[in-house]
Every structure is written in C-alpha cells, then in structure tokens.
C-alpha cells in the first residue's frame, strides 16, 4: 500500500506542471478561468480536493468530487468538499442528463479503463467536458525512447513502467485525433510545461495539454 | 482487558452495547432521561396509541432562532441516553464518543436530541409499558409499530419542545434508516441527513435474521403469548436472540483478531456440553446474559419487526420517486463500512443512486474497517473527521450560528 499511496501522491500533485504566484497550478487556473461562476461541477477524480476548492473558493460553484482512496477523500471532505468515495467508472449513469455545466477530468482520463465510455457519459450529464493529460510526445521523451531505448520518465510521466497508474500513453496529437473521431469539439486548449505556457508545437514541447469540450452537435 | 462478565477482547469493551476508551475531548457530564406525555398517535397499522410517553436526553443548547437543533437516533437495542452518565454509572451513553465538548457533534455549537423509539423498552411506550386500563402490560395488546410511526412520534416530541427545523437527522443502522424516513415526511424540516450503515429497505437476509430471534424468543415457554410480566421472562429465548444478533454484527475477519480458536479458561477442549469450550463461545453467552438484563423480549419482538417491514418507497414508487420531494439545498452523508456484511454497502450505494439522481448533494464513504456492523459504534476518528467538517459545511450554508 505505501507505494501504491506514493504514486498516486505523484500524480496529484501536478509532477512538472508550473504554478501561478500564489502556488497554483497553471492547469488549474486555466480550468478556474474557463467555469463559470455558480456553475455546476462534477470533479472525477479529484483527489484531495485542490482544484475544486479553488473553484469553490473563486467561482463559487456548486462542486461534487470522486475519488478512489479513502485517504484522499478525508482531505476533500476536510476542504469542506461533497465527494463520492468510489470509482469514476462507476456512478456516472446515476445522473440525470444536464445535470452539470461541467464535468472535469484532471490528470485522470489516462487512468480510466472505460476511456469513451466515461467521456461519453461526461459529455450527458454536462455540458462542458474538461481533461488534463500528461503529453506522451513531449520532446524528452522522445529523445529517451529515441536514444536509450526506454520507456520514458518525465516530468509529468514520472512514472516506471512497472508501477505507473497511467494505463493509457497518450499524445496532445492523439486526443485531437480522438476528438475528431468521436465527434467531439475541441473549445479551447491550453498548454502548459515546466516553464509555464507553451504556445506553439505544444505535442513537441508541452508536458500536459488541458482541452475543454463538447458534444458536437450541440449548439 | 477483562470486563465485569470475564470476557477478553480488545478496544470493544463487550458488556453491553457500549463501547470505553474511545472517548476524547469532553463529556457532557450527568445527564437525566426526560419524559414527554402525548394524548395519542396515530399509527400505519391503522390503529391509535393512546396514551404515548417518549423518553428523550437533550445535550448543549438551543440557538435564538432554533436553528442548531440536531436529532440523533438510536439502533435497535439503544435508548436516548446518546452521550453523558447517568447518576451513580460508570458507563456513557452509547454514542459518548461522538457526542459533547468538541467531538462530531459538538455540544459547545449544536442542540442534541435523542429519544427512545416507541416500540422499546426505555421509557417510550411500548410493550411492558401498563395497558391504559391498568391491569397489567401491554404485552401483544401493544399495536404494532413501524419505522415511519417512530418518526411520527419523535416529530410530536420535537414539536414539544419548539423546535420547527432540524439541521441534522443522524443515526445508525435502524437510526440511519429513520434518518433517512424523516427526510421523506418531513422533507421541508430537514437540513441535512447522515445515514449510517443502514438501507432504505430490509433485505431478505436481514429480515431471515431477525426473525431466527423473534423465533427464539416466541418458542421459549416463558414467553406466554407475550403475557409474562410478573412471572418468569422468556430470558433463554432472548439470549439466543441477542447472539444471534451480536454474530451478525461482527465479521469474519473481527471474529479471527478478537477470538482465533482460543479456548476459554481450559489448556484442552473438554469433549462435554456442559462446559464452554471457545472464548467466541464465552463472548456470546456473555452478550445474552447483560443482554436480558436491560432489555425486554416483547420490545426486542416489535422493533425487529418494524425494522423488517421498512421499505422508504412506502408504495411511491421507485426510491428516486420517494426522494422526489426532498429539497435541493438538502445535504447527506451517506457512510457505510468495508467489513459490515449485515447492511453491505452496496445498501447505501442504492441510496446514493437515488439521491444522485435527484441531483442532491452527497458524500459517501466507504469506511475500511474490520469490525463489521459493530464499525458505526467503533470507528469514531474517520466518523469525527466526517461529520464534523460536514455538520459546519451545513451550518455555514444555512447561516447557523451556536449557542451563545
């Protein structure tokens, strides 16, 4: 268990993402200027709390969280947050459809096993869909792949291949090609490394890439 | 640890239904049981009681505008006596670790109310309370109770007392159960609702269990048809009933730390009937023998039965329906425990479901934790952290302000 715990303490605290002058992530405030204020948020996997209580905090939304480890969910609640205790595969369906204005997906798309299931449901019971994914196609690790041979650790993939949480490699170039054939439209997209924002080659030169959507027949 | 029955165990102090080292912060100190007379109530079984007396503790203090009134409710072998001593014990109450000077329910902040169900044997009506034409008993001429009528009653108790909102329903087992009926009939009452280790419904399972109790106790001949008072009580029946229920409130893995297969005050088993050879043997014997000694078998009969007929649907419907009236701005907690196999947790998943789809706000906790059913009485750090934060999230949303 403790490693387990250990790794999943890497993952949410954001490895490698820049933060903001008060010590917040740059994805997060990202994601707390884009929802807007009183919304409806639905946080999957929302760990200990830190972004929905940001958004509590400066957007005063009216937030649920879930998450799988009972100690992180004693921390949320101890934020003063709602949280599910459970899995985010599980429960989505329990929800009416337009129940939420935005169901956010932060550094945890990658873990889910029923990956267009859960966004497919996310996209019925909110308007917005909102995800944050480590970019599998950061320069470095290309060049570990390219010129060592292995299985990259990075920044933001801090992980070894044997106790990664991450049970999907993806790219900021792969989920655009998803979006597009699930007929997702992309809003808007940030990008971000360990310097700050990245505005250009993001896919070469971003460690995460956060993408607001939605269904694209909605108008 | 040895208790006043000789019985080994560890943090559980297995006397009684009470549990000792968990208390912290605080006590409220001596607390006397008080008494309410009403002239009657109306019951689902059609019927009428009449005269009604409710037994009730209250802790801490009520606010100008009465907005820090929070009701705890009891299981089904507890009373009102939630927290404090009575003159002259050395046990609290059966909730002292949750309730006083800082605990989860805060004494200093909010106004505690717990009373015995009607149905018991702890002052309310019930069964051995003297029949209105003063002969003797009630016996089986006491009408038969349900979970919604235990509500009703403890609403004419809070209606006594002035108090026209709660901020918190919360119990236990039967006490979540009634937590969560007092949402669905009074739903404009209540602020928020924490329901523990409990179901909407009995199961199949659970029903099957109790009535292996009301068996034992109806097929011991001192039973009598339930007239016994005076003579000889059905105390055989009632123990086995009482073991039967402590089994079911444990767990597999809690029976292995607690007990093993050691043997109880022998080196070799005995190969008699005569003797106890197990100490989970011993564990439960002792159970039944404090058991019958401050609870009625008649008491045991009623409430195990309004506990098998709960079902919070009550003929509305699906149990999203029967939520359909609650209000939005209504907050839960919905907590059940890893290892309690007597209401598993799939059981309050239903009710999150439900309440889910109602788009209330929820938060539900899977507690780990080895000691089963037994868990709500026992595991109060993770249930202090919980509530506490939950209970201040509520009062800030409704403006509530302590006592002051």
Not at chain 1, 49 to 58: A, E, H, N, P
Not at chain 1, 168 to 183: G, K, M, P, T
Not at chain 2, 132 to 151: A, C, K, Q
Not at chain 2, 240 to 259: N, P, Q, W
Request: proline residues 4%; aromatic residues 10%; contains cysteine.
């Amino acid at each position: 268990m403790p490693d387990s715990t250990a790794t999943c303490n890497l993952s949410s605290t954001g490895a490698g993402i820049a933060r903001g002058a008060n010590g917040e992530r740059l994805d997060h405030l990202f994601i707390v200027d884009v929802v807007e204020q009183g919304s409806r948020v639905l946080d999957l996997g929302c760990g200990r709390g830190t972004l929905l209580k940001l958004l509590v905090d400066r957007k005063g939304v009216r937030g649920t969280g879930v998450e799988i480890v009972e100690e992180k969910v004693y921390d949320a609640v101890g934020k003063g947050l709602s949280v599910y205790h459970g899995d985010i595969d599980e429960g989505l369906s329990d929800y009416p459809a337009g129940m939420f204005d935005y169901v956010i997906l932060s550094q945890t798309l990658q873990q889910a096993r029923e990956t267009v299931l859960v966004m497919q449901e996310a996209l019925r019971v909110a308007h917005y869909l909102i995800v944050s994914l480590p970019n599998f196609a950061h320069w470095n690790a290309r060049l570990q792949l390219m010129f060592k041979g292995r299985a990259p650790v990075t920044k933001s993939l801090p992980y070894q291949w044997y106790d990664t949480p991450n049970i999907h490699s993806v790219s900021i170039q792969d989920f655009y090609v998803f979006a597009r054939e699930h007929h997702i439209d992309i809003v808007r997209a940030f990008y971000v490394g360990g310097r700050g924002r990245v505005g250009f080659w993001p896919n070469l030169r971003a460690q995460h890439g956060v993408f607001v959507l939605r269904h694209a027949d909605d108008v | 640890m040895r208790s006043a029955g000789g019985c080994a165990v560890n943090s559980i102090v297995v006397s009684d239904y009470y549990i000792e080292g968990q208390s912290f912060d605080g006590s409220v100190g001596v607390v006397e049981t008080q008494y309410a007379e009403f002239s009657e109530l109306p019951l689902d079984s059609g019927l009428m009681l009449s005269p009604l007396t409710i037994a009730y503790e209250i802790h801490g203090a009520l606010n100008d505008n009465g907005s820090n009134a929070i009701l705890i409710l009891h299981a089904l072998s507890g009373d009102a006596h939630v927290a404090g001593y009575h003159e002259g014990d050395i046990r609290p109450g059966w909730w002292d670790a949750m309730v006083g000077p800082g605990k989860a329910f805060d004494t200093n902040q909010y106004f505690i109310i717990c009373s015995n169900v009607i149905g018991g044997c702890k002052g309310s009506s019930g069964p051995s309370s003297l029949h209105p034409s003063g002969d003797r008993p009630y016996g089986l001429r006491f009408p038969v109770v349900t979970l919604p009528d235990m509500v009703r009653a403890q609403k004419l108790l809070l209606d006594r007392l002035g108090i026209e909102r709660l901020l918190a329903v919360c119990g236990g087992s039967m006490g979540g159960m009634q937590a969560l009926q007092w949402v669905v009939a009074y739903p404009e009452m209540v602020g928020s609702c924490i329901p523990i280790a409990c179901t909407h419904r009995h199961s199949p399972m659970q029903i099957a269990f109790n009535e292996v109790g009301r068996q034992a106790i109806m097929r011991d001949p001192s039973w009598k048809g339930g007239d016994y008072y005076g003579g000889a009580s059905p105390d055989a029946g009632l123990t086995v009933a009482r073991m039967i229920g402590h089994v079911t409130y444990l767990s597999d893995e809690s029976m292995r730390e607690k007990f093993g297969r050691r043997l109880r005050d022998k080196e070799v088993l005995g190969y008699d009937f005569a003797s106890i050879d197990f100490e989970v043997e011993s564990y439960l014997k002792h159970q039944g023998e404090v058991f019958i000694r401050r609870f009625d078998a008649n008491s045991y009969l009623y409430i195990t039965k309004a506990l098998d007929y709960f079902d919070l649907r009550n003929g509305l419907g699906t149990l999203v329906e029967a939520l359909s009236d609650v209000p939005v701005d209504t907050r839960f907690l919905v907590i059940a425990f890893s290892s309690d196999w007597l209401y598993p947790a799939y059981q309050s998943k239903e009710i999150v479901r439900a309440l889910k789809g109602n788009g209330l706000d929820c938060t539900y906790l899977d507690i780990h934790s080895s000691f089963g059913h037994d868990s709500f009485l026992v595991e109060t750090t993770q249930q202090t952290h919980l509530i506490k934060n939950f209970l201040s999230v509520t009062a800030r949303r409704l403006g509530v302000k302590s006592a002051g």
